[in-house]
């Protein structure tokens, strides 16, 4: 099961709501993945299409419990290369589907004109539970996720420009940062970073999909930590090898030229520990000589023979 599937799952079985909610939630779901149909003069059907099996009953319970609607739901083959089923709810009792179409604000009508509303009416989202009921019914009509152990994006598909920024406005009302592009004939309203789609899915009411997210999260962070320390080590311990191998040629450069008896006596000791501990990090040359001498006295000590060995080089 995919990680969508498993959030959309989890959010169908949220069934204690008000009438209020539903109207929200519907709202939502319609104006996301539905479409109106006309069937004659003032004649209207509406038909909501989704791949979720558990997204349809949902609606058919919803549509059945909270405003006494009958629907159809027919299973198809898609088209497309998965060959997963769609399934079709539709809306046919006239009477009931105009009614229910204005109060979720799909329909506006003045006279013997109709129009369709594509925004979304801050009355049906004025309190914090219905904007949760809201987000939520966007998120099982065009929302997805990606598999959080590849990456963090979570987005809804929307088809139309205002109504993708009414969406992405109610979204940032809870201190979030979603954003817009284009694609096709899709307006996408996306978050892409981790710590916001927790807070999306704790407002959406998916507890279970939230902490199998963030332990994912958690191990993911362990990993890179790790990671990084592996490759701050390896970089320091290069770092470390190479400077004990250009030390090392600079002593025996000088052994061999002038002998390591021309040098001062400070210069002479750290030399020879040098060429018998060529392993060992300045801290723990420095801890060998008596009296003892800290990290930078020696690799001052050590920049002056290596300065010396240069000297030698330029002559030669």
């Known amino acids: 099961m995919s990680f969508s599937l498993r959030v959309k799952n989890e959010i169908c079985r949220y069934a204690n709501m008000s009438r209020e909610e539903a109207v929200a939630e519907l709202s939502a779901i319609m104006k996301v993945s539905g479409t109106l149909l006309l069937g004659g003069i003032k004649k209207f059907g509406f038909k909501i299409i989704t791949e979720n099996a558990p997204t349809a009953r949902f609606l058919f319970k919803l549509l059945k419990d909270k405003f006494d609607i009958h629907t159809k739901i027919l299973a198809k083959r898609s088209n497309s290369l998965k060959k997963n089923h769609i399934y079709e ?7 009931k589907v105009r009614g229910l179409l204005k109060e979720v604000g799909i329909l506006k009508e003045e006279g013997d004109i109709f129009s369709l509303d594509y925004s979304i009416p801050r009355d049906m989202v004025r309190t914090d539970l219905l904007k949760r009921a809201y987000i939520r019914g966007a998120f099982l009509g065009g929302g997805s996720i990606s598999n959080p152990e590849k990456t963090y994006h979570l987005e809804f598909v929307t ?4 109504y ?23 307006f996408i309203v996306y978050i892409k970073e981790g710590e916001q789609i927790v807070n999306l899915l704790s407002i959406m009411g998916a507890y ?4 199998k997210l963030e332990n994912i ?5 362990m990993r890179n930590n790790v990671n990084r320390l592996v490759n701050c080590e390896t970089a320091n311990l290069s770092k470390t090898v190479n400077a004990s191998v250009r030390q090392t040629e600079s ?3 000088i052994q061999r030229r002038i002998g390591l008896n021309r040098l001062p006596e400070n210069l002479r000791e750290i030399a020879e520990l040098r060429l018998n501990y060529p392993d060992e990090s300045l801290k723990e ?6 009296p003892k001498v800290g990290k930078s006295g020696v690799n001052h000590r050590l920049r002056r023979i290596e300065k010396i060995a240069e000297e030698l080089r330029k002559e030669r």
């Open 89 to 95: 709810i539709i809306i046919s009792e006239d009477g």
């Open 159 to 162: 088809h139309n420009d205002i």
């Open 164 to 186: 993708a920024g009414d969406l992405s406005s109610l979204i940032n009302e809870y201190g979030l940062n979603s954003k817009i592009i284009q694609r096709k004939n899709s």
């Open 208 to 211: 279970s999909a939230l902490l």
């Open 217 to 221: 999260r958690i191990m993911k962070d």
């Open 251 to 253: 002593i025996k450069l």
């Open 285 to 290: 040359l420095g801890e060998m000589l008596k």
